[in-house]
């Protein structure tokens, strides 16, 4: 960044991440540097029942308060600098409230897996249609995930005395401005959104009757980089900010993850190692990567991004911290060093390609690709392995299943994916960064903050206050390119061979045991 293109005073801008395990105050100045951090852990979810995950709305609220106060005591931060707050945060999770702003039950988090299997197929002609493209299936299963419609069929008061259906996003922003509104692109899950317009849908639309939820209730949408109102008399006395502080519009926190790693054109791919993986291609015009799975809003106002999920991505190792770990665990405890510093001791000490265990990550079912039948699978062969082949393992598997992702999104854009950029939990360890690269056989590199969806939402918020005319010309201010890992071309060639010769025929080769499995034990259940 030159001096010519750099605001001048000094301005700092406040964006909020609302995470699944914490929630972070972080303070960027103009250029993107991180001026101060507040994180504070949190419980991700409660389970009253098995395969429930629900969380105390008011634990957001709270939490998002203590950190704010929190990051404004730091020194670096300067409080009539900061000239206006944007948050972002998870997708997918379900407050529901009366017409004040109250929760009436515990907001159903994205992890939760209760379903409401066996309701009415969708009606009419659109019913017809989707029986006759093979599509039952896929709309069923919309429908028994929507929160709204287990809700209805379990929790009838509850469902009598909704007056507001929100993300996290939206019950937060009301908490802040004091108002029912929201970012177009903070609307990810099983919701009547039309993503190819970023609104909601048409009145005629078939996603009203699968997700029955009163137009009313929804909170009104605006585009990224707009202002969503100013921050309330309660919500500055709550976070300690001005009262009157511009609350700027931002997205998602996947979407913003792409724009703060830098990925803006379809060529160059974001990767997301968090609890969910995915791999995610900014787009200017709408592409289903996955027929008839959408491509969610881009932080971009007006562009989408192309997603491909591995549900449980980084879950995995902390599955393998929690139940193999525990060696790394205890030198991390008497160390200054993360149980992941160690876990990449591990990696370099296994060859590439795990002596032939080949993990496949799909331990959820999947809408279309996996198909709805499908669980995870390791599959062994050769040597007898130990901790640190599974460990690999499991890094190979997710890096293999993402770059099929690349590729089946590079053949609906027309544009192949030249470089990655990497970020989440899992961008901190070397060693899965370098097997990353080995594995694509692409350059990956990683932005300059470890912070990429915050760094996304500061972006937004940026434009939205003046301080860049748009989003790209914030964007090549505020992010800059890290460390880049090159691939090593004779592991990139024994790992393509494994991918194009194993893995790509693995699932292929199951589906047929999996629906046996699934016949057989009545799981995973059907729609």
């Known amino acids: 960044m030159t001096a010519s293109t750099a605001p001048s005073g000094g301005q700092q801008i406040l964006a909020v991440d609302v995470g699944t395990q914490s929630v972070r105050a972080i303070v960027f100045d103009a250029d993107g540097s991180v001026v101060a951090i507040a994180r504070i852990p949190i419980e991700p979810y409660v389970a009253p029942q098995p395969g429930w995950a629900e969380q105390d709305p008011e634990l957001y609220w709270r939490t998002l308060g203590d950190a704010c106060r929190r990051v404004l005591d730091d020194t670096a931060v300067r409080r009539d600098a900061i000239v206006a707050l944007t948050i ?7 407050i529901v409230t009366d017409a004040a702003g109250t929760p009436l039950r515990p907001a159903i988090v994205w992890l939760d897996q209760r379903r409401t299997p066996g309701l009415p197929f969708v009606p009419g002609l659109t019913g017809i249609a989707f029986r006759a493209l093979g599509l039952r299936e896929t709309v069923s299963g919309f429908m028994a995930d929507c929160d709204a419609n287990w809700i209805r069929a379990n929790e009838p008061e509850t469902w009598g005395a909704i007056r507001r259906y929100l993300g996290v996003s939206g019950f937060l922003l009301h908490r802040l401005t004091g108002r029912f509104v929201d970012s177009a692109a903070a ?6 959104f039309d993503y190819r317009r970023q609104a909601w849908a048409a009145r005629d639309d078939w996603r009203w009757f699968a997700a029955p939820i009163d137009p009313t209730w929804l909170p009104g949408l605006v585009p990224p980089t707009e202002r969503l109102g100013e921050l309330a008399g309660a919500a500055s006395e709550a976070t300690g900010l001005p009262e009157g502080l511009p609350v700027i519009a931002a997205a998602a926190d996947k979407a913003c993850e792409v724009l703060g790693s830098g990925a803006l054109t379809p060529d160059v791919a974001s990767l997301s190692y968090g609890t969910t993986a995915s791999i995610d291609t900014p787009t200017a015009r709408y592409v289903e990567p996955i027929r008839y799975v959408p491509s969610f809003p881009a932080a971009v106002p007006g562009e989408w991004t192309t ?25 991390a405890a008497s160390s200054d060093e993360a149980p992941e510093a160690f876990f990449d001791d591990l990696v370099r000490s296994v060859p590439p390609g795990s002596m032939g265990l080949t993990l496949q990550p799909y331990w959820s079912p999947g809408v279309r690709i996996p198909g709805p039948e499908a669980k995870g699978a390791i599959v062994g062969f050769g040597d007898v392995h130990t901790r640190a082949h599974l460990y690999r393992a499991i890094l190979e598997g997710l890096a293999y299943a993402l770059r099929e992702g690349a590729e089946r999104t590079a053949r609906k854009t027309g544009v192949p994916i030249t470089s990655l950029r990497i970020a989440g939990g899992g961008s901190q360890s070397p060693a899965a960064v370098q097997l990353t690269a080995d594995v694509f056989g692409l ?10 969806s915050g760094l996304g939402a500061a972006i937004d918020a940026a434009v939205g206050i003046g301080l860049y005319p748009d989003v790209r010309t914030a964007a090549a201010a505020m992010v800059r390119v890290g460390e880049v890992r090159e691939p090593d071309p004779a592991t990139h060639r024994m790992y393509d061979d494994l991918y194009r010769g194993v893995y790509r025929k693995l699932y292929d080769r199951l589906q047929p045991l999996y629906r046996e499995i699934r016949r057989i034990t009545g799981y995973p259940p059907a729609s």
């Open 307 to 331: 997603e491909i999920q591995i549900y449980r991505g980084y879950w995995m190792v902390e599955w393998f911290k929690r139940e193999f770990g525990h060696p790394e665990v205890a030198l």
């Open 187 to 192: 609307q990810v899950g099983y919701l009547p």
């Open 88 to 94: 972002t945060t998870q997708r997918n999770t379900t």
């Open 443 to 452: 350059p990956v590199a990683r932005a300059h903050t470890h912070e990429a």
